[in-house]
């Protein structure tokens, strides 16, 4: 049975990659798996019906024959679990790439999203002018740890993985911001995943919304 996904019908991101769809979108174009996308808007979120699927009225979900799954991390490791291309093999090696999938979402993102809501969402608040340079000394405190890291690797334990997957699409929101270049191994690194055809072709389906163009490719 061919999943079915959800998604903003108006992205905030107007179609630059950084909503949390793409990364669900970029694994399954990995696994060379079809998808169907259900568009939502900001209204139908909140109401019961999605609800039901996700709690919290946000986007992805998941659903697929009796399954009905959301949070994104979660999504990216059933569809990593289920299809080959994700996870290695090698019992040690699938649970590193597991450990990164959680470094991703709980050590490096959450600093990110900081940054993010303090400029968009608290930016006329009083304590935000004190705030972001506490936040960008955390952000920069994680990605000089990852940098280090890193190094001259390719991707960050040995082929790529879903580790790198979530990863490269939580370093991506930082961007706008212009910090991700002081780390040029990061740069390089996003650089790579963002090359990937399963990036490419994700990104293409996700900015197809926004264009109202049909994605090609």
């Known amino acids: 049975m061919t999943p079915t996904i959800t998604a903003f019908e108006s992205s905030p991101d107007r ?3 950084l909503a949390r769809d793409m990364r669900v979108r970029w694994a399954l174009e990995e696994a060379g798996q079809p998808y169907d996308v259900r568009l939502v808007s900001f209204k139908a979120m909140k109401e019961p019906a999605h609800r039901a699927l996700h709690p919290f009225g946000q986007i992805p979900t998941y659903e697929e024959g009796g399954v009905a799954l959301f949070e994104s991390g979660a999504i990216v490791f059933h569809v990593a679990q289920r299809h080959a291309g994700l996870l ?11 450990t990164w999938m959680f470094a991703a979402l709980n050590t490096i993102e959450p600093p990110i999203i900081d940054l993010q809501t303090a400029k968009f969402a608290e930016g006329d608040k009083p304590w935000t002018a004190e705030r972001l340079p506490l936040i960008k000394d955390r952000i920069r405190a994680r990605l000089g740890e990852l940098s280090d890291y890193l190094g001259e690797a390719e991707w960050l334990d040995g ?22 270049d002081e780390y040029p191994n990061l740069a390089a690194y996003v650089a790579r995943g963002e090359a990937r055809p399963a990036f490419k072709r994700a990104f293409a389906a996700q900015l197809a919304v926004f264009t109202g163009k049909p994605a090609t490719g």
């Open 15 to 17: 179609g630059q990659g």
């Open 88 to 98: 290695p093999d090698e019992a040690n090696a699938r649970a590193r790439a597991i």
């Open 159 to 180: 082929a790529f993985s879903a580790g790198d997957l979530v990863m490269v699409h939580a370093l991506l929101r930082l961007r706008p911001s212009g910090m991700l």
